[in-house]
Nanobody
Framework: QVQFVESGGGLVQPGGSLRLSCAAS????????MNWYRQYPGKGRDFIAS????????DYADSAKGRFTISRDNAKNTVYLQMNNLKPEDTAVYLC??????????????WGLGTQVTVSS
């Protein structure tokens, strides 16, 4: 059974940083591209970043470029999102999943619970 467990969220002041983790299980992680998304209350999920199965290629939404960095550790079945210079508009629930193809794409598996990020002074 595929499972995603996101962690690392919390309350941070504007300009601060957080590193999110997503531990995946139930599939051969190293052979799948992986994405991060975020969801605002009452709205759909927005694509943030994508990383290829090998980790060699990455892609970002305009809102994430220059501030967020996606990475992965295939030995740990984990994908990360380093978020710097956080803004109040980054406040959302952050989730990961495997896309149908690299980049902003439909997702393959059932969603996890996500991790809440709150940016506020």
């Amino acid at each position: 059974q595929v499972q995603f467990v996101e962690s690392g969220g919390g309350l941070v002041q504007p300009g601060g940083s957080l590193r999110l983790s997503c531990a995946a299980s139930g599939f051969t992680f190293s052979t799948y591209d992986m994405n991060w998304y975020r969801q605002y209350p009452g709205k759909g999920r927005d694509f943030i970043a994508s990383i290829s199965s090998s980790g060699e290629s990455t892609d970002y939404a305009d809102s994430a470029k220059g501030r967020f960095t996606i990475s992965r550790d295939n030995a740990k079945n984990t994908v990360y999102l380093q978020m710097n210079n956080l803004k109040p508009e980054d406040t959302a629930v952050y989730l990961c999943n495997a896309p149908g193809q690299f980049g902003n794409s439909w997702v393959r598996f059932r969603w996890g619970l996500g991790t809440q990020v709150t940016v506020s002074s």
